[in-house]
Nanobody, 125 residues
Framework: QVQLVESGGGLVQAGGSLRLSCAAS????????MGWFRQAPGKEREFVAAVPWSSLGPDYGDSVKGRFTISRDNAKNSVYLQMNSLKPEDTAVYFC??????????????????WGQGTQVTVSS
């Protein structure tokens, strides 16, 4: 089993920045693809970013590309999401996700076996 715990969410004004953290436990996740999804009230879960276990580069959802950066620290068994130039439409619960090795696609919710409980990000206008 892998447990994922997100932290770093909060309230920020538009144009500001937040850094989300996801701490994994139960397994070493250096061989896992790690990512982030988000879900706003009344909306479907949306792909945000993912970084594969392999040397392939990260992938980002179109709405966050150029503003968000995903990274991982295998020594800390953690993954991060640096969010810059935040907009009110970024308001959502952000979920950390994980799956061993590389999935067929990093953008689908069904690709991931493990989900965190989420952390709230609220961006005020």
């Amino acid at each position: 089993q892998v447990q994922l715990v997100e932290s770093g969410g909060g309230l920020v004004q538009a144009g500001g920045s937040l850094r989300l953290s996801c701490a994994a436990s139960g397994r070493t996740v250096s061989t896992y693809t790690m990512g982030w999804f988000r879900q706003a009230p009344g909306k479907e879960r949306e792909f945000v970013a993912a970084v594969p276990w392999s040397s392939l580069g990260p992938d980002y959802g179109d709405s966050v590309k150029g503003r968000f950066t995903i990274s991982r620290d295998n020594a800390k068994n953690s993954v991060y999401l640096q969010m810059n130039s935040l907009k009110p439409e970024d308001t959502a619960v952000y979920f950390c996700v994980a799956v061993e090795y590389n999935p067929r696609t990093v953008r689908g919710t069904g690709s991931y076996d493990y989900w965190g409980q989420g952390t709230q990000v609220t961006v005020s206008s």
